[in-house]
């Protein structure tokens, strides 16, 4: 498993509470990255698609 690993993208997570090794993949910190990140300017947004982003983020969370 680590010698498959890309090293600048897959950490490999280990630990106490992992019950076994785990790799995970990472994003890269490019211009869609901290597009998807930033926070809209709430007087320029409707509140009916701030409304649904709300709730997509909701179903995301799994909540």
């Known amino acids: 498993m680590i010698v498959k690993l890309d090293s600048k993208q897959q950490p490999l997570i280990l630990g106490h509470a992992v019950p076994m090794p785990v790799v995970v993949r990472t994003r890269p910190y490019d211009e869609k990255f901290y597009a998807e990140i930033a926070k809209p300017n709430r007087l320029q947004v409707e ?13 995301e969370l799994g909540l």
């Open 47 to 59: 509140d009916a698609e701030m409304l649904w982003a709300a709730q997509k983020a909701k179903e």
